[in-house]
């Protein structure tokens, strides 16, 4: 299989026809779940996706080292390359490397000031452009609605699908629309938030919230656990 073709049939064009054409530049989503269900597969899957679709991705973390993520990295791009009998394995990874970068902040003070100037300093100095950034490692439980209405006039500001990672423990309380805390008080900035939860047959996907779409679509998608890898169920 080409590279083009592994696009057109990624899960990720049904997760986006299921919000009504994908995330948006200017707009965050958000991936809830608890410790260990697999934020950061899903959040590796998406930047994967664009960095193979020839668009750049920025991987920022709060909390993991530069090593690691590669090593995330790595491991799922090529059980999707063997999964798909993917052509020309080496020139792809080389091509998906280009068009990906990652960023830690793991044991540094991070604000969305440093975030700022780091993204200036790459599009300036490294003419990388990023079209989705991802910020993972953010601290749901002490923000406020004044930092996500920053992050969203950020990734307005810089034209980027910015996605975020949120952890969630089991029993709290959730409002209307099924939105946990500590997320559901920051809802009104993000744009699409999608929850993770494990079952007997892996860890399903369901959609909170889609933009302003009082209707929300039911996911048929799930992350496979032995690959880590987004999957039609």
């Given at each position: ?66 090593d690691h993520l590669r090593e995330f990295y790595d491991e799922i791009f090529m059980d999707l390359a063997h999964s798909a009998h993917l052509e020309d394995l080496p020139a792809e990874r080389l091509e998906m490397e280009r068009n990906r970068i990652i960023h830690t902040y793991a044991g540094k003070s991070f604000t969305i000031h440093k975030l700022r100037h780091s993204i ?114």
């Open positions: 299989m080409y590279r083009k073709e592994l696009n057109e049939r990624s899960p990720l064009r049904l997760f986006e026809h299921s919000i009504n054409g994908g995330l948006g530049r200017g707009n965050i989503g958000v991936v809830v779940a608890r410790h260990g269900i697999g934020k950061t597969a899903f959040l590796v899957g998406i930047a994967l996706d664009e960095a193979m679709r020839r668009r750049k991705a920025l991987h920022v973390s709060l909390d993991k080292t530069v200036n300093f790459l599009k300036e100095y490294a003419h990388f452009d990023p079209a989705c950034l991802i910020l993972q490692g953010f601290d749901f439980e002490r923000a406020t609605l004044a930092d996500m209405e920053a992050f969203r006039q950020l990734a307005g500001e810089f034209n980027v699908e910015m996605w975020m990672s949120a952890v969630t423990h089991r029993g709290v309380p959730s409002n209307e629309h099924g939105i946990p805390r500590p997320v559901a008080k920051l809802a009104s900035a993000i744009a699409v938030i999608v929850q993770m939860a494990d079952h007997s047959d892996g860890v399903h996907l369901s959609l909170l919230k889609d933009h302003d779409n009082p209707n929300v679509a039911k996911l048929t998608l799930a992350l496979d656990p032995s690959t880590m890898l987004l999957v039609k169920k």
